[in-house]
């Protein structure tokens, strides 16, 4: 079945720094995929997302670009700032096999230190 | 505020007793989804009902069930709650299947003892 892979956190970062959190998929079909964030008490607030292949999702300075090729979708931001710290979770939707329910990764913790 | 409302918040309950969770989905929206999150299983799709009508199912157990009602608000009932039942319970909505992605409410978190 359809799966997501997340790289491990915590992650801890200077801000500043340059961010990259690892997704890899496995789907039968052509799948959405998608990124969210979850802050410390929150629900989570989709942060970008890419519908085909090539795609390259963006939002307040994160990016993520749909590979086929590698089965990838990596988070990347060039400057993290302390306001980033929160939860990261990579997910995809497989319409053909699963409706539109979202696979999620595990999520990958980042903190910001000052 | 995201636009989805769920209640309560915090809900604290004894193993074998039952409980409603309730989501009022974005204005407009006609899909809800139910989510369970919790440490070991991470974020586990339950079910999805589209304007009443039950479209998709996870990995919801029997003791589960759902409804979306007329007016598109939904619950979730949980009965014979056991101490593993205990987690962050997420509703989302979307205004058709979700293949842009969804609203997440905050969540309820429910403690089981």
């Known amino acids: 079945g359809d799966s997501v892979t997340q790289m491990e956190g915590p992650v801890t970062l200077s801000e500043e720094a340059f961010l990259t959190i690892n997704c890899t998929y496995t789907a039968t079909g052509y799948p959405s995929l998608f990124w969210y964030v979850q802050y410390p008490g929150e629900g989570l607030q989709l942060l970008l997302k890419a519908t085909k292949a090539d795609d390259k999702g963006s939002n307040k300075g994160f990016e993520a670009t749909y590979r086929k090729e590698t089965t990838s979708f990596h988070l990347e931001k060039g400057s993290v700032q302390v306001s980033d710290s929160a939860v990261y979770f990579c997910a995809l939707s497989d319409q053909a096999n699963s409706g539109y329910a979202l696979n999620f990764g595990k999520g990958t913790s980042l903190l910001v230190t000052p | 505020d995201s636009g989805v409302t769920q209640t309560p918040k915090h809900l604290i309950t004894a193993t074998g007793q039952r409980v409603t969770l309730r989501c009022s989905p974005r204005s407009g929206d006609l899909s809800v989804y139910w989510y369970q999150q919790s440490l070991d299983q991470g974020l586990q799709f339950l079910i999805q009902?589209?304007?009443?009508?039950?479209?998709a199912k996870g990995n919801i157990l029997e003791r589960f069930s759902a409804q979306q009602f007329p007016d598109l608000h939904s619950e979730l009932n949980l009965s014979s709650l056991e101490l593993g039942d205990s987690a962050l319970y997420f509703c989302?909505?979307?205004?058709?299947?979700?293949?842009?992605?969804?609203?997440f409410g905050s969540g309820t978190r429910l403690t089981v003892v």
């Open positions: 009902y589209y304007n009443g009508e039950e479209r």
């Open positions: 989302a909505s979307s205004v058709t299947g979700g293949g842009g992605g969804y609203t």
